[in-house]
């Protein structure tokens, strides 16, 4: 009998969906525009905020219309952090460092008007929005496979994450747009001399990256018992941990990864726990442990991994 | 890197040259500079010059709440409990002739030891004397030196660590320890008939010193307790209540004993709805979860009464000054009362008296003040009395339970604990 | 009134720890290439050695059995509140020796942490060390003996025994003081020099510092081994100055920080580091009395301050991409004395 059964083989396929949804845009949008965006949390984030506020202050109980709307405002998001601030930065040729503390710098930006957003909304609702609880959507059955119910929030995420995962491979594989990307991000100059506008590409994929990160946000106020403006803070590493397992760029490898990462936090903590009597509160040092693992082990190839030639040897050998 | 980005250093006129910059930065210095001398003025005024009768004085207390970061939704109630306490404590001074003013000075420490030390650190230089807060002890220990060597009273209205209990300094908690609490929630759940429980508590100082005191009085009653720890602010917990759900069922316990604060018990609670398992055995809580609108969703109210839910919290059972507090905290801000929220208000109160009662800004002649009217002021918390290490001496205990009203789900204070049992003043659950 | 002296040795002396930690940073990213997202490990790594060292070993001396009486539960507590403010000697040699222990486990640490960094390549450096950092977390706030969640307090303050508290502060400030002087001497020293140019020359192009023969994996050792170890010493510091630690504080929010003002202050400048130090920790402060005095309620104030400081990066980092101070060449003493003669002849 696995350890935790059923509930954390469950679990682990509702947090492999969770990681695709987080992790698969922040891949995507590093790939495309070598950018390490810290504000990445903030697209989950105000796509889980759009969902509550248009449930408390407007009564809104469609899942379709709080995916579409915290679609919208991620990819926004997104889009504005881009054209106000990555755009100017790459055209002052900014090291990639800067870029990266500029967006941490609007990661606290965003951060803490979502708090003012949430008190104004208090204000005029009286209703306490720092700590929501989850919300049950109307549009999104309930299933009953023999004497089990399948979680209408598992159900959501399958068909979500399925959905983008459809469309994210025929996009990039079948679309000349999706070829596009996949140009500018092996070879921005190249790109840009074969004609391919770089800059409408980069607006698009940061727009499609912000947008299904928010839609995961949304999934997770179906999944989650409570949710803080600090929720999506609270994860962020983890959702890092998982694109760093596919190097930052390969799409594939950060899908294998988001199996692996939930796979040891749900399956394996229960099982380590059950076994060898290890508390669940180590459940974080599981991630970080699978995390370095991977990494030693197998070093991906992304931006530029590996042991130079010479010291391969005398290290063990091998990649 | 350097050479390229020196080569490059002026692509047309798109960025300002470090002389454009230089006066910029030191204008907004300035500005602020300018900002924080008006704040000094217009800021902490104390007591010690002799003022003319007529002339109103403006003393100011310092709070130092976690308005961001993992308590973020305890300190947001607080805030507004500032605010009422504050106008009632200037009322009421007022009413006694005095012409005094209190105004609240609010920072918000994000929940982290450095904020909180910054906080006071600040306060003190404006001349504040009392500071209320943090809410963390891990803070609390942070901020400890620098408010005995600065001779200046810190009232925690939440802080519950053993550690802290410590006498002659300046760090005073209008909350008692935890020890009395899990004596109550041992004997409530022995007396609900479990005798094997499962304790499922933060591992925090809180949550470990509070599972270690359970699991004493447990014991001495004659049962037996597994702890279970789990890790501080993580976004969701499904998986720690799946390896629960497996310990309860290995382990074949009667009852689950949670102890939590309120964002992570709420998670908890709407995860374990959903557990066949986890709704076939009795949950006990403790205070912390108690008043989070969280707990009034359906799906919780539901499973609480499948599972019969019952929790403590420190009370004074049918205390006047509380229901009256509680209810004028919902009309005029519109905030249900959390854990706490008294605590804090009888400690803004007891400051407010304190300082007008010591007569002038020394710190120890205040310290000496707040011990004495501590000893004779009852408050929404009950008797505020200090014990030699500064902390609650007293403290009754209720039951409170999640009822089924007719606007939906609502808390109940539903028993009392007397002599050693406890006493339920009606039956929650059918 | 506005106690500006008290204000003054307050911010210096978060400003001194908070500067040795943006020298090592800068040493290590700006100047070696080395990007540390890990920085708050060694911090933590120094703050508890510091911690758990002048705990037990204050009540080890004065014959208090650490097993009965652990520094980390009320009794070792209230014990050590007493005894630390009876020998000042007492004090300031457990400070000593736990100031050179603390860089010495940092830096050792540093050292052993250069191989899994080494195998997963430049571009995961960072995250890797991240990692190592929330694991060295976890792992603290399980672990009894150094206090597990509770963290450890009653940390004996060097100047604990002098009576005028404005007196002990400002001594401990004169020590932080000299020690950020110490660590900038060592490190501009070891920058401008030809290790120096040999670091630039592995954080501008590994491969063709290999080619030229630099031995990179034992340059980047040494640079995490003296970076980690004055980490460290900022984390000892740290300690003594909050006189408690707990795993809590060692996030890494810490590490973010930290690369900020380095970026604000100027990537492989050392002065430039102190300056984002400064500018970034003052303007932190000086919030701090202005946001309550704006009278909202309907949000709270002081949510804008955290705002300001956000907005105050992303337009610092627009306005002047490379950072305040931009970074020198490399000034060996024979350069000095090649410039000098040119300077003489032509002059």
Same mark, same amino acid.
């Given at each position: 009998?696995?350890?935790?059964?059923?509930?954390?083989?469950?679990?682990?396929?509702?947090?492999?969906?969770?990681?695709?949804?987080?992790?698969?845009?922040?891949?995507?949008?590093?790939?495309?525009?070598?950018?390490?965006?810290?504000?990445?949390?903030?697209?989950?984030?105000?796509?889980?905020?759009?969902?509550?506020?248009?449930?408390?202050?407007?009564?809104?109980?469609?899942?379709?219309?709080?995916?579409?709307?915290?679609?919208?405002?991620?990819?926004?998001?997104?889009?504005?952090?881009?054209?106000?601030?990555?755009?100017? =930065?790459?055209?002052?040729?900014?090291?990639?460092?800067?870029?990266?503390?500029?967006?941490?710098?609007?990661?606290?930006?965003?951060?803490?008007?979502?708090?003012?957003?949430?008190?104004?909304?208090?204000?005029?609702?009286?209703?306490?929005?720092?700590?929501?609880?989850?919300?049950?959507?109307?549009?999104?059955?309930?299933?009953?496979?023999?004497?089990? $119910?399948?979680?209408?929030?598992?159900?959501?995420?399958?068909?979500?994450?399925?959905?983008?995962?459809?469309?994210?491979?025929?996009? =990039?594989?079948?679309?000349?747009?999706?070829?596009?990307?996949?140009?500018?991000?092996?070879?921005?100059?190249?790109?840009?001399?074969?004609?391919?506008?770089?800059?409408?590409?980069?607006?698009?994929?940061?727009?499609?990256?912000?947008?299904?990160?928010?839609?995961?946000?949304?999934?997770?106020?179906?999944?989650?018992?409570?949710?803080?403006?600090?929720?999506?803070?609270?994860?962020?590493?983890?959702?890092?941990?998982?694109?760093?397992?596919?190097? =930052?760029?390969?799409?594939?490898?950060?899908? =294998?990864?988001?199996?692996?990462?939930?796979?040891?936090?749900?399956?394996?903590?229960?099982?380590?726990? $059950?076994?060898?009597?290890?508390?669940?509160?180590?459940?974080?040092?599981?991630?970080?442990?699978?995390?370095?693992?991977?990494?030693?082990?197998?070093?991906?190839?992304?931006?530029?991994?590996?042991?130079?030639?010479?010291?391969?040897?005398?290290?063990?050998?091998?990649? | 890197?350097?050479?390229?980005?020196?080569?490059?250093?002026?692509?047309?006129?798109?960025?300002?040259?470090?002389?454009?910059?230089?006066?910029?930065?030191?204008?907004?210095?300035?500005?602020?500079?300018?900002?924080?001398?008006?704040?000094?003025?217009?800021?902490?005024?104390?007591?010690?010059?002799?003022?003319?009768?007529?002339?109103?004085?403006?003393?100011?207390?310092?709070?130092?709440?976690?308005?961001?970061?993992?308590?973020?939704?305890?300190?947001?109630?607080?805030?507004?409990?500032?605010?009422?306490?504050?106008?009632?404590?200037?009322?009421?001074?007022?009413?006694?002739?005095?012409?005094?003013?209190?105004?609240?000075?609010?920072?918000?420490?994000?929940?982290?030891?450095?904020?909180?030390?910054?906080?006071?650190?600040?306060?003190?230089?404006?001349?504040?004397?009392?500071?209320?807060?943090?809410?963390?002890?891990?803070?609390?220990?942070?901020?400890?030196?620098?408010?005995?060597?600065?001779?200046?009273?810190?009232?925690?209205?939440?802080?519950?660590?053993?550690?802290?209990?410590?006498?002659?300094?300046?760090?005073?908690?209008?909350?008692?320890?935890?020890?009395?609490?899990?004596?109550?929630?041992?004997?409530?759940?022995?007396?609900?008939?479990?005798?094997?429980?499962?304790?499922?508590?933060?591992?925090?100082?809180?949550?470990?010193?509070?599972?270690?005191?359970?699991?004493?009085?447990?014991?001495?009653?004659?049962?037996?307790?597994?702890?279970?720890?789990?890790?501080?602010?993580?976004?969701?917990?499904?998986?720690?209540?799946?390896?629960?759900?497996?310990?309860?069922?290995?382990?074949?316990?009667?009852?689950?004993?949670?102890?939590?604060?309120?964002?992570?018990?709420?998670?908890?609670?709407?995860?374990?709805?959903?557990?066949?398992?986890?709704?076939?055995?009795?949950?006990?809580?403790?205070?912390?979860?108690?008043?989070?609108?969280?707990?009034?969703?359906?799906?919780?109210?539901?499973?609480?009464?499948?599972?019969?839910?019952?929790?403590?919290?420190?009370?004074?059972?049918?205390?006047?000054?509380?229901?009256?507090?509680?209810?004028?905290?919902?009309?005029?801000?519109?905030?249900?009362?959390?854990?706490?929220?008294?605590?804090?208000?009888?400690?803004?109160?007891?400051?407010?008296?304190?300082?007008?009662?010591?007569?002038?800004?020394?710190?120890?002649?205040?310290?000496?003040?707040?011990?004495?009217?501590?000893?004779?002021?009852?408050?929404?918390?009950?008797?505020?009395?200090?014990?030699?290490?500064?902390?609650?001496?007293?403290?009754?205990?209720?039951?409170?339970?999640?009822?089924?009203?007719?606007?939906?789900?609502?808390?109940?204070?539903?028993?009392?604990?007397?002599?050693?049992?406890?006493?339920?003043?009606?039956?929650?659950?059918? | 009134?506005?106690?500006?002296?008290?204000?003054?040795?307050?911010?210096?002396?978060?400003?001194?720890?908070?500067?040795?930690?943006?020298?090592?940073?800068?040493?290590?990213?700006?100047?070696?290439?080395?990007?540390?997202?890990?920085?708050?490990?060694?911090?933590?790594?120094?703050?508890?050695?510091?911690?758990?060292?002048?705990?037990?070993?204050?009540?080890?001396?004065?014959?208090?059995?650490?097993?009965?009486?652990?520094?980390?539960?009320?009794?070792?507590?209230?014990? %050590?509140?007493?005894?630390?403010?009876?020998?000042?000697?007492?004090?300031?040699?457990?400070?000593?020796?736990?100031?050179? %222990?603390?860089?010495?486990?940092?830096?050792?640490?540093?050292?052993?942490?250069?191989?899994?960094?080494?195998?997963?390549?430049?571009?995961?450096?960072?995250?890797?060390?991240?990692?190592?950092?929330?694991?060295?977390?976890?792992?603290?706030?399980?672990?009894?003996?150094?206090?597990?969640?509770?963290?450890?307090?009653?940390?004996?303050?060097?100047?604990?025994?002098?009576?005028?508290?404005?007196?002990?502060?400002?001594?401990?400030?004169?020590?932080?003081?000299?020690?950020?002087?110490?660590?900038?001497?060592?490190?501009?020293?070891?920058?401008?020099?030809?290790?120096?140019?040999?670091?630039?020359?592995?954080?501008?192009?590994?491969?063709?510092?290999?080619?030229?023969?630099?031995?990179?994996?034992?340059?980047?050792?040494?640079?995490?081994?003296?970076?980690?170890?004055?980490?460290?010493?900022?984390?000892?510091?740290?300690?003594?100055?909050?006189?408690?630690?707990?795993?809590?504080?060692?996030?890494?929010?810490?590490?973010?920080?930290?690369?900020?003002?380095?970026?604000?202050?100027?990537?492989?400048?050392?002065?430039?580091?102190?300056?984002?130090?400064?500018?970034?920790? %003052?303007?932190?402060?000086?919030?701090?009395?202005?946001?309550?005095?704006?009278?909202?309620?309907?949000?709270?104030?002081?949510?804008?301050?955290?705002?300001?400081?956000?907005?105050?990066?992303?337009?610092?980092?627009?306005?002047?991409?490379?950072?305040?101070?931009?970074?020198?060449?490399?000034?060996?003493?024979?350069?000095?004395?090649?410039?000098?003669?040119?300077?003489?002849?032509?002059?």
């Amino acid at each position: 009998m696995l350890p935790g059964y059923p509930y954390s083989i469950l679990n682990s396929l509702q947090y492999f969906l969770f990681y695709l949804l987080f992790s698969v845009p922040l891949t995507l949008s590093y790939r495309t525009s070598k950018v390490l965006n810290f504000s990445h949390s903030n697209f989950i984030a105000y796509g889980m905020y759009t969902a509550i506020f248009l449930h408390g202050l407007a009564g809104n109980q469609s899942f379709l219309v709080a995916a579409i709307a915290a679609f919208l405002a991620g990819g926004s998001i997104a889009l504005l952090n881009h054209l106000a601030v990555f755009r100017p =930065l790459e055209q002052r040729r900014a090291s990639p460092a800067f870029v990266m503390i500029a967006s941490m710098g609007l990661w606290i930006m965003y951060n803490y008007l979502l708090y003012m957003l949430a008190d104004v909304a208090h204000a005029f609702t009286m209703k306490n929005f720092i700590s929501y609880g989850r919300i049950d959507y109307a549009d999104i059955p309930d299933l009953r496979i023999l004497d089990f $119910t399948v979680d209408h929030s598992l159900l959501a995420s399958l068909a979500s994450a399925t959905a983008f995962g459809t469309a994210l491979y025929l996009l =990039l594989m079948k679309t000349s747009l999706g070829r596009a990307m996949r140009a500018v991000a092996d070879n921005p100059a190249l790109a840009e001399i074969s004609g391919i506008p770089r800059e409408k590409v980069l607006r698009f994929t940061w727009f499609l990256c912000g947008g299904a990160a928010a839609v995961g946000g949304v999934l997770w106020t179906s999944f989650s018992g409570t949710i803080t403006p600090a929720s999506a803070d609270a994860m962020i590493l983890q959702v890092f941990a998982v694109s760093f397992i596919g190097g =930052l760029v390969s799409l594939s490898r950060t899908i =294998l990864g988001a199996l692996a990462i939930s796979l040891a936090e749900n399956v394996g903590i229960a099982a380590l726990n $059950t076994f060898f009597g290890i508390p669940t509160s180590f459940r974080p040092f599981i991630t970080f442990v699978t995390l370095l693992t991977v990494l030693i082990v197998s070093p991906p190839l992304g931006a530029a991994g590996g042991l130079p030639y010479r010291f391969r040897r005398k290290v063990g050998g091998g990649r | 890197m350097s050479e390229e980005s020196k080569g490059k250093a002026a692509p047309a006129g798109k960025k300002l040259s470090i002389s454009a910059l230089v006066p910029l930065l030191a204008v907004f210095i300035v500005g602020l500079l300018i900002g924080f001398a008006l704040a000094g003025v217009f800021g902490a005024q104390q007591a010690a010059q002799a003022v003319a009768p007529q002339e109103k004085r403006t003393i100011s207390i310092g709070f130092t709440l976690p308005l961001s970061g993992e308590l973020s939704s305890i300190g947001k109630v607080w805030e507004k409990v500032v605010y009422l306490a504050i106008e009632d404590l200037n009322a009421e001074v007022q009413a006694y002739g005095f012409n005094v003013e209190f105004k609240p000075v609010i920072l918000d420490d994000a929940t982290s030891a450095e904020g909180a030390l910054r906080n006071v650190q600040t306060f003190a230089q404006q001349g504040i004397k009392v500071i209320i807060g943090p809410a963390a002890s891990s803070q609390v220990k942070a901020v400890k030196s620098f408010v005995d060597s600065n001779e200046i009273v810190l009232i925690s209205p939440s802080s519950t660590a053993p550690t802290l209990a410590i006498p002659g300094d300046f760090v005073f908690r209008t909350v008692g320890s935890d020890a009395g609490q899990a004596k109550v929630l041992a004997v409530l759940a022995f007396q609900e008939g479990a005798r094997k429980v499962v304790v499922f508590h933060r591992n925090d100082e809180y949550g470990n010193a509070f599972a270690d005191f359970f699991e004493k009085y447990f014991k001495e009653l004659g049962g037996a307790a597994v702890k279970m720890p789990y890790q501080t602010g993580l976004s969701d917990y499904a998986a720690e209540v799946a390896s629960l759900a497996s310990r309860v069922q290995a382990e074949k316990v009667d009852a689950v004993v949670l102890i939590s604060f309120d964002t992570d018990g709420g998670n908890i609670l709407s995860h374990a709805a959903k557990s066949p398992v986890l709704s076939a055995v009795r949950w006990f809580i403790s205070e912390g979860p108690h008043g989070a609108a969280e707990l009034k969703a359906p799906a919780v109210g539901e499973f609480a009464a499948k599972v019969k839910l019952l929790g403590t919290r420190p009370l004074f059972i049918g205390n006047p000054l509380y229901e009256d507090f509680k209810a004028r905290l919902k009309s005029k801000y519109g905030v249900d009362a959390t854990v706490f929220c008294d605590t804090l208000y009888d400690a803004v109160k007891l400051a407010g008296w304190a300082i007008i009662r010591a007569g002038s800004s020394d710190g120890r002649a205040i310290r000496a003040a707040l011990v004495e009217i501590a000893k004779t002021y009852y408050g929404p918390s009950g008797w505020t009395i200090f014990d030699e290490s500064g902390d609650k001496a007293n403290q009754d205990y209720g039951v409170w339970a999640i009822v089924r009203t007719a606007a939906g789900y609502d808390f109940k204070d539903v028993g009392v604990y007397e002599r050693g049992s406890i006493v339920f003043l009606e039956k929650p659950y059918p | 009134m506005i106690d500006i002296l008290g204000f003054l040795v307050s911010w210096l002396t978060l400003l001194g720890i908070y500067s040795i930690l943006a020298l090592s940073l800068n040493f290590e990213s700006g100047v070696s290439g080395v990007t540390n997202f890990g920085k708050v490990l060694f911090y933590g790594v120094g703050a508890y050695v510091a911690a758990a060292l002048s705990t037990y070993l204050l009540l080890a001396i004065y014959g208090i059995d650490t097993s009965e009486t652990p520094p980390y539960d009320i009794k070792g507590i209230i014990a %050590l509140g007493h005894l630390s403010t009876r020998n000042p000697l007492v004090n300031l040699g457990l400070f000593a020796l736990t100031l050179i %222990l603390a860089f010495l486990v940092a830096g050792a640490l540093g050292y052993l942490l250069t191989y899994p960094i080494l195998r997963v390549g430049p571009a995961f450096v960072g995250f890797t060390l991240l990692s190592s950092g929330e694991l060295m977390r976890i792992f603290l706030q399980h672990y009894t003996p150094l206090g597990a969640s509770k963290g450890l307090m009653a940390i004996p303050n060097p100047f604990a025994w002098v009576p005028v508290p404005r007196l002990r502060e400002a001594l401990f400030l004169a020590v932080v003081l000299s020690l950020l002087a110490l660590v900038y001497l060592v490190l501009n020293r070891l920058v401008n020099s030809p290790f120096g140019r040999a670091l630039k020359a592995v954080r501008d192009d590994e491969i063709a510092a290999l080619c030229l023969g630099k031995h990179v994996p034992r340059i980047k050792a040494t640079v995490l081994f003296i970076g980690s170890g004055f980490s460290g010493v900022a984390g000892a510091l740290l300690a003594y100055y909050l006189t408690a630690v707990n795993p809590d504080m060692f996030v890494p929010a810490v590490t973010f920080n930290v690369w900020a003002m380095i970026i604000l202050g100027g990537l492989g400048n050392l002065k430039g580091s102190l300056v984002g130090a400064a500018v970034f920790t %003052l303007l932190d402060r000086l919030l701090t009395f202005v946001t309550p005095q704006i009278g909202l309620t309907v949000v709270s104030p002081d949510y804008i301050r955290w705002f300001a400081v956000g907005l105050l990066i992303v337009v610092l980092i627009i306005a002047r991409p490379q950072g305040l101070l931009p970074e020198e060449p490399v000034k060996t003493p024979a350069l000095e004395e090649a410039l000098r003669a040119a300077g003489e002849s032509s002059g």
